[in-house]
């Protein structure tokens, strides 16, 4: 498990526990929470755990609690607790990788968070569905107005009852399991983050990651490259990043048409994105003397002299 998160870079991807058996034969419930909604950094990890409801009891007395309320030791060791407990505990984890989480808002059909989030948790409850868990509560932390998402997750799951509730992770022992697997996937991948950009020596002390976090700020703006942006662990539509990007960015014009363009850059004394691509003389000269970025070789891009 703990190598799969080191080696998880800039794809998704989904970690789960052995499925017990007494959760194929028993009724069971089920908690879904998240982590790292919020931060411009790193992924945002959806977690959910189930357990026979007849072991309610067992696992509320193994003292989970929210993960927002305990230290990172405190949780770390009660998720091995968790993990320990696999004769009737199973979880499972769906991290979404900044980049996963920028494309899929920036796309020209709008994806916006609240449904990225919805639809990751409802794969986890399929995912647990279909590997044979008795699903037969499910209590969820709300994503939205909590009445039309347990509106929502109930017309989806027929038979299964359904709660969802703010700040669910402070009242359902379940639902606080599901936060602390998420809480400590994310720790452990933000910690361990394998950069595929050629950075150097990276400075990983980046604050919380939350965008008004001094820290966070710093280290933002350390790392913005002036044309291609920012590494793969930046959430680049977060707004945070959109305002730097903006202000200390190379200034390109993007035009539909091609002969406007070059004119409309061109009164501007500045370049248009075409003439990035145009063949011209010396442009092997060029190649020569200038050291091809890194986004174009990782991509496999080469300049063309002619179409």
Known sequence: YLFALLLMTTGGCRLSSQIPDVCRTEDCCLGIDEAGRGPVLGPMVYGICFCPISKKEELKNSKVADSKTLTETERENLFEKLDEAKSYVGWALQILSPNTISTSMLQRTKYNLNALSHDTAIGLVKYALDSGVQLKEV???TVGPADKYEDKLSKLFPGIEVTVRPKADSLFPIVSAASICAKVARDRVVKAWNFTEDL???DTDYGSGYPNDPKTKAWLL????????YPQFVRFSWSTAQTLMES???????DDDEEDGEKAAQRRNNKSMLSYFSASAGVNDRMQTHQTHRFFTDRRLKSLDTL
């Open 222 to 229: 350390k790392y913005l490259d002036p044309v291609f942006g």
């Open 139 to 141: 209590f969820v932390d």
């Open 200 to 202: 150097g020596e990276v």
């Open 248 to 254: 200390k960015g190379v200034a390109v014009h993007w």
